[in-house]
């Protein structure tokens, strides 16, 4: 859902990829599969021009009725395009293939081979659909669930995690094992978000980097914890996390829009007998942002008129801004802000996507007091954000898994501690 600290490798090309093919990952059970896993469909893009695609060996190209549309050889780089909802590929010579309709399918023709896409590397197939702008192209990556774990545990949890941090990997792969398979449920039926895909790679799902992301922690934690997800009353249940909580966790309906969740309470992160917390190491455990007059302006501005009726002139000058009321675990429930048009309150989580940096990055947290500072009338001069957290607070919290990993709990510890009541039992 968001990366501790683990910076994006930068992409490799398709032909240096293929190059290096020999220093590639290549598994004893090459597609990493245990008996019954399931394929979870990842779009890497949704609306992307001429998508670059190869493979690390020979490959080829499927089209809907699953007849050979183009061979390509090891690192040969193909675009892909779209044409009125049909799709063909094109050789960086011009060479194209006829247009096709959707899906078309790339496979590597050996177990051991990658798929390419814009350089960087990725297990299973990829398929490619009209995106719905007409001209784009949908690059969606199909993959066991295992494999596809490989590559969102490393970059969840955070790189370099040590030997004594083992137990937080683990918990997280079950995090996110369960929450896929959530996702997995619902695709094909009246909740699934896409037709064509069950997640995507950034961070409104789980940050999914592929093979460049995979790190041997994080395959041991997959590994070790094999088809393990949360249940509560005998049901696969929806696991988000975040990065810290900030010393306590919210419960469910206190952030969203949602009704209450037996399984995700608010849980204090507090070492007991101290005034410290299992997630304080967290870089943006305590956390300040300054706002000046012009700059919460514009954030009004740009972003007020999503979350709540602005009038069309837009909301104005921005005279204050007050909390309202909070939640039982300490958060913003409530946020008023006043301008010259009126007051708004805005509630929740939608408080973070309204005041932005001047960079566009939403706010840590709900987690926070605000200390207006005035010029010269009383008039709002600079707006002082103080808080703590990093996320929304609910469920496990990350920073404080590794914290009690490093104070010797074990992965199921801190599983039934983040989600009071679950239980790990086999994915189905």
């Not at 490989?150 to 996110?176: F, H, K, N, Y």
């Not at 939608?350 to 008039?379: C, H, K, M, W």
Request: aromatic share 8%.
């Amino acid at each position: 859902m968001r990366v501790i600290g683990l910076p994006e490798p930068a992409a490799d090309t398709a032909a240096a990829a293929a190059a290096k093919s020999e220093d590639i990952p290549r598994d004893e059970a090459p597609d990493f599969r245990r008996e019954g896993d399931r394929d979870v469909r990842v779009a890497l893009a949704t609306a992307v021009s001429s998508p670059g695609v190869a493979a690390t060996g020979a490959w080829r190209i499927f089209d809907d009725r699953e007849s050979v549309l183009l061979r390509g050889r090891p690192g040969e780089v193909w675009s892909l395009e779209q044409r009125a909802g049909q799709l063909r590929a094109v050789r960086s010579d011009g060479f194209a293939s006829a247009w096709r309709l959707a899906p078309l399918v790339l496979r590597a023709d050996a177990p051991g081979d990658l798929v390419l896409y814009n350089g960087k590397r990725y297990r299973g197939v990829l398929r490619f659909y009209p995106a719905d702008d007409g001209v784009s192209v949908m690059v969606v990556n199909v993959l066991a669930v295992e494999q596809y774990l490989r590559g969102v545990v490393p970059m969840e949890i955070g790189g370099g995690r040590t030997a004594a941090e083992q137990p937080a990997v683990e918990a997280q792969a079950v995090a996110a094992r369960s929450y896929t398979y959530v996702r997995l449920a619902a695709a094909g039926g009246t909740g699934a978000r896409h037709a064509s895909y069950d997640v995507v790679s950034g961070t409104s799902d789980q940050v999914y980097g592929g093979v460049e992301a995979e790190r041997a922690f994080g395959d041991a934690g997959v590994a070790s914890t094999s088809g393990l997800v949360l249940k509560y009353g005998g049901r696969t249940v929806d696991a988000p996390y975040s990065a810290a909580c900030g010393g306590e966790t919210a419960s469910a309906e206190e952030v969203w829009r949602t009704g209450a969740q037996a399984y995700l309470r608010r849980v204090s992160d507090r070492i007991p007998g101290t005034q410290r917390y299992y997630c304080d190491p967290a870089p943006r455990f305590a956390w300040t942002r300054a706002l000046e007059s012009a700059e919460l302006d514009a954030g009004m501005r740009q972003y007020l008129r999503s979350y709540i009726n602005v009038p069309a002139a837009g909301p104005g000058h921005v005279t204050g801004v007050v909390v309202e009321s909070r939640t039982p675990s300490g958060r913003v429930a409530v946020l008023r802000v006043e301008t010259e048009s009126g007051r708004y309150n805005l509630r929740g989580n939608d408080v973070r996507y309204v005041l932005r940096a001047p960079g566009g990055e939403i706010l840590n947290s709900t987690y926070f007091t605000v200390e207006p500072e005035t010029g010269a009338g009383g008039a709002l001069r600079r707006l002082i954000i103080r808080g703590n957290g990093w996320g929304h607070g609910i469920g496990m919290c990350q920073w404080g898994a590794i914290g009690r990993a490093r104070a010797g709990q074990d992965f199921r510890t801190i599983l039934r501690t983040y989600y009071p009541g679950t239980d790990l039992g086999p994915a189905s």
